[in-house]
C-alpha cells in the first residue's frame, strides 16, 4: 500500500530534549516536505527536500533541522525543543518533476514540549 | 505568507444541502489542489485542477478556477454528515527552485445530519 508513514504519532517531551521524528515514503518520490499545522494559522511548511542531499528552507525553519540520505526518508529533528514548537507535525511527499501532481501525507505525529 | 486564503473559515450546514468553499491566491499557479483533513488525520488529496481549466467534476464534488481573479471555489453537493472535516486549498507554482505548495488556513465544514 502506498503511504507515508510517520514515527512517533504522539510524543509529550521536556525542553531542551533532542527528538527525532521519522519520515518515510513507499512511492519512490523525489520531493519530501514538512509542516507544523497550528490552530488559526493553518499548515505552515517547515522545511523541504526536491531530492537525495538537496534541501531548503520552508516557511518557518527555526529550531529545525532535516537530513535527506536516502530517497525514502525525510526524518525532522528538534536540537533542542522548546514549548512553542508544540504542534502537529505532517510529513508529506511527491513527484516534483511531474507537473499537476498531488501531495501524499502522514498522519500527523503531535508533539507536546513542557 | 499564506498563499492561499479560504473563506469562510467556518461553514454549518444541513445533510442533503450544498456547501460551497471560495479560495484566493496571491501569485501565479500551475495547478490549484484542494484537500480534506477529518479531525486529527492527514490532509487527503480530493481535487486538482490546472491552471488552463476552468471547472472540473469529480463526483460529488465541482471545482472552479478563475485565473484573472486569482480565485477558486469547491462545491461539495448533496452534502453528508460524513463530509464533516477541514478543507484546504493550496496553490501550486509548478516545478521550480522554489517550488513548493503553499496552503490556506483550512475551512471547518460541519454537516448536521
Known amino acids: 500500500e502506498a503511504q507515508v508513514t510517520q514515527n512517533p504519532r504522539y510524543l509529550i517531551t521536556v525542553t531542551g530534549k533532542k527528538l527525532t521524528v521519522t519520515c518515510s515514503q513507499n512511492m519512490n518520490h523525489e520531493y519530501m516536505s514538512w509542516y507544523r499545522q497550528d490552530p488559526g494559522l493553518g499548515l505552515r511548511q517547515i522545511y523541504y527536500?526536491?531530492?537525495?542531499?538537496?534541501?531548503d528552507k520552508g516557511d518557518v525553519p527555526e529550531g529545525y533541522k532535516v537530513s535527506r540520505k536516502e530517497k525514502r526518508n525525510f526524518p525532522l529533528i528538534l536540537e533542542s525543543p522548546s514549548p512553542n514548537q508544540t504542534s502537529l507535525y505532517f510529513c508529506?511527499?511527491?513527484?516534483?518533476?511531474?507537473?499537476?501532481?498531488?501531495?501524499?501525507f502522514g498522519d500527523g505525529t503531535r508533539l507536546s514540549i513542557l | 505568507s499564506q498563499q492561499g486564503e479560504e473563506d469562510p473559515q467556518a461553514l454549518s450546514i444541513q445533510e442533503g444541502e450544498n456547501a460551497t468553499m471560495n479560495c484566493s491566491y496571491k501569485t501565479s499557479i500551475n495547478n490549484l489542489q484542494w484537500y480534506r483533513q477529518n479531525s486529527g488525520r492527514g490532509l487527503v488529496h480530493l481535487i486538482l485542477?490546472?491552471?488552463?481549466?476552468r471547472e472540473k467534476h469529480s463526483g460529488r464534488l465541482r471545482v472552479t478556477l478563475d485565473t484573472s481573479k486569482k480565485s477558486s471555489s469547491l462545491l461539495i453537493t448533496a452534502s453528508r454528515a460524513a463530509d464533516t472535516a477541514s478543507y484546504f486549498c493550496a496553490a501550486d507554482p509548478g516545478y521550480g527552485a522554489n517550488s513548493k505548495l503553499t496552503f490556506g488556513k483550512g475551512i471547518t465544514l460541519s454537516v448536521r445530519p
Open positions: 527536500s526536491m531530492n537525495v542531499e538537496v534541501t
Open positions: 485542477i490546472r491552471s488552463n481549466e
Open positions: 508529506a511527499s511527491g513527484f516534483r518533476d511531474r507537473v499537476n501532481q498531488p501531495q501524499h
